[in-house]
């Protein structure tokens, strides 16, 4: 945990994902969810949306952890195939 000032802590995760180290807000993660989010039309949202009904428990586990919401997608797209 990261104290910001007197009254506010932010939990803060970091995690290493393969080369990468992720620092997770969660307190601002779950803030973003909590809003409202526009749903578009496309098929990745479309997509995500249908597939996050089915996901297994033990990964809505570590969303939820993260304070994701997996039925809300956000800024979907496509990054093309990764270079070898």
Do not use: Q
Not at 44 to 69: P, T, W
């Amino acid at each position: 945990m990261r104290r910001i000032n007197r009254n506010v802590v932010t939990r803060v995760l970091n995690i290493n994902l393969m080369k990468w180290m992720v620092e997770v807000d969660i307190n601002k993660t779950k803030n973003f969810y909590s809003k409202d989010i526009e749903f578009c039309d496309c098929l990745y949202c479309e997509n995500y949306m249908e597939a996050s009904k089915h996901v297994d428990s033990s990964v809505l586990e570590i969303f939820v952890a993260l304070g994701i919401a997996p039925s809300k997608p956000s800024h979907l797209s496509e990054f093309g195939e990764m270079e070898k």
